[in-house]
């Protein structure tokens, strides 16, 4: 045994029981089955269950309010006023996107439950907006977004959904009274159209119409100069729903000024105008430039990977949760969930409360739509040449030309090309291209419908933004696929986050992005893969149906990296 330790005698000069309550002599005792409710008036209770997104007793809350206050007294003097303070918090950066749609479905519950005993008086509404999503363009989410902040902050909304054309535009707003024109696009193609509805708006003489216009691929810029200077009445940019909300409320009488009135028919001006073929947004040019006979300086490839097959094929027969293992969590948390870190908060904490916050939601989801998301893939290889800024796809002998795709070239800078990364057509040997189609099916949409539908808006979020970033995740696990197929998998990133980066040998472009900007060429992979067994088809505007699902094609060449047309 070791030897005993001395003997240490120490003198404790202070009271240990005195110094340990001292430690907590400014901490106040609470417990967690307390009620948060207690001791407020039924005026503020009925404002927490608002900011704080609690449902539980909404129901006898909104009973006991309506003891002293008519339906629309409550609506319009407390619920309302808690909707602003959310919309202040979220201003601030003080509260995030899911925690204000939690708030909206707790205003929505409580405005059900008092539209029954509410007499319709005119006038009582703030003001009112017809939204679109203009002609072509299938996405909806943003818009969604805006009707759900606009109509539980008081304003009338008539939604009428995706791929609307000017004409139904402007028949409904007439129909429904609307005071403004609120349009949304994601596509930088959309921006065009809303200009062109703008134009003819001026044309039809309806520019009494104020405009709303919002969407990813639309510029501050591109709004109050260029749009601003065409149209002669009012348009405005917004960049999220809240601007959307500040400027109904200025438009709207919100800030004591005179409500707008209904715009009027009237006749058909007869000024015409001329339709501008194409525009610059942010750093994408709509044109295309002829190869004038200086390429970039990529270099030829020595060897091309063989063809693995030549045509298309599919595959369906997938493991979700192993397709759930390549989403991008930083696009999916931060990107489509739109949580964002708090003010004050540092890098690890702020990890570790997004963990917190987000990881169960998404655990919860994977398992809830493991049987609603429906994983389908269709990819093929095919000889191929360049000549000039053309990619040429030959038939399986290799000779004959099937069709071509024509990419823009950077003005200056590297002068960059798609076609630049594949042999040229007076080399020796074909080249190799690949191409696929994904998609997670249309059954989520129909989820997301339902949760929009009955007002479950936190969920509804979260669900679109699971549908997009799985397919994304089936995009990415089909490409490393596709990789090893070529015989390039020589590159593979160990961790996923840099899979997430591209760190990896070659690239995939998708149509519509800047490299390859022009969506028609869908009509061109189209043909070559034939999709449509996969469920996938093509819109009118040569986008994808269902929208959870994207295109590409694959490009070996090592140098090949994403660019800008410039």
Not at 136 to 152: F, P, T
Not at 193 to 213: A, C, K, S, T, Y
Not at 286 to 305: C, H, I, M, R
Not at 520 to 531: I, N
Request: aromatic content about 10%.
């Amino acid at each position: 045994m070791p030897p005993s330790e001395p003997t240490v005698e120490r003198t404790v000069t202070y009271d240990p029981l005195i110094e340990f309550m001292a430690r907590f002599e400014n901490v106040k005792a609470t417990s967690s089955s307390a009620d948060p409710f207690e001791g407020l008036s039924i005026e503020d209770r009925l404002k927490k269950h608002i900011v704080d997104g609690i449902k539980k007793n909404l129901d006898r809350d909104v009973a006991e309010a309506l003891e002293q206050y008519s339906p629309l007294d409550i609506i319009n003097e407390i619920l309302l006023d808690g909707m602003k303070t959310v919309g202040e918090l979220f201003g601030a950066g003080k509260m995030q996107l899911p925690f204000v749609l939690q708030s909206a479905e707790v205003m929505k519950a409580a405005v059900r439950q008092l539209e029954p005993l509410m007499e319709k008086v005119e006038g009582s509404e703030k003001g009112s907006i017809l939204l679109a999503t203009v002609a072509g363009d299938v996405h909806d989410i943003g818009k969604n977004l805006v009707d759900i902040i606009l109509s539980n902050n008081g304003y009338r909304v008539v939604n009428i959904g995706i791929k609307q054309p000017i004409n139904t535009i402007l028949d409904e707003a007439k129909k429904n009274k609307t005071q403004v024109i609120g349009l949304s696009g994601l596509l930088v193609k959309s921006t065009l159209i809303m200009r062109d509805n703008l134009l003819e708006m001026n044309e039809r003489g309806l520019h009494g119409f104020p405009v709303i216009l919002g969407g990813a691929a639309l510029t501050r810029g591109y709004v109050e100069e260029d749009l601003r200077s065409q149209y002669k009445g009012r348009v405005f940019y917004a960049q999220d729903a809240f601007e959307g909300l500040k400027l109904m409320g200025d438009l709207c009488g919100g800030s004591g000024d005179t409500p707008l009135p209904i715009a009027a028919e009237a006749e058909e001006g007869e000024t015409g105008y001329q339709r501008v073929s194409s525009h610059r947004v942010g750093e994408v040019d709509q044109d295309l430039y002829v190869f004038d006979g200086t390429k970039s300086d990529v270099e030829a490839v020595a060897t091309s990977p063989a063809l693995p097959f030549y045509g298309a094929r599919r595959f369906e027969k997938f493991d979700i949760f192993e397709v759930y293992k390549y989403i991008n969590p930083i696009a999916l948390v931060r990107g489509q969930w739109q949580f964002r870190r708090p003010e004050g908060m540092g890098n690890v904490e702020f990890t570790e409360w997004l963990e917190a916050e987000s990881g169960p939601i998404f655990e919860r989801l994977k398992k809830e739509l493991a049987s609603v998301l429906k994983p389908k893939v269709k990819w093929g290889y095919f000889p191929c040449a360049s000549e000039g800024n053309d990619l040429i796809i030959y038939r399986d002998d290799e000779r004959t030309e099937w069709l071509r795709f024509t990419f823009p070239r950077q003005r200056d800078g590297k002068r960059l090309c798609l076609s630049d990364f594949f042999r040229s057509k007076d080399a020796d040997k074909r080249d190799t291209v690949g191409f696929h189609i994904v998609t997670v099916g249309e059954d989520v949409s129909k989820v997301e419908k339902k949760l929009f539908a009955d007002g479950n808006y936190q969920d509804y979020l979260f669900v679109h933004g699971m549908g997009v970033e799985t397919a994304e995740a089936l995009a990415e696990y089909w490409h490393k696929q596709i990789r090893q197929e070529m015989g390039i998998a020589d590159q593979e990133p160990e961790e996923m986050r840099l899979l997430f980066s591209a760190k990896y040998h070659g690239a995939r472009y998708s149509f519509g992005y800047p490299a390859c900007p022009n969506l028609e060429d869908q009509a061109k992979l189209f043909e070559l893969l034939q999709p449509q067994d996969i469920g996938i088809e093509l819109s009118e505007e040569f986008m994808l149906v269902p929208e959870q699902s994207t295109s590409a094609i694959i490009v070996h060449h090592p140098e090949a990296k994403y660019f800008n047309i410039r």
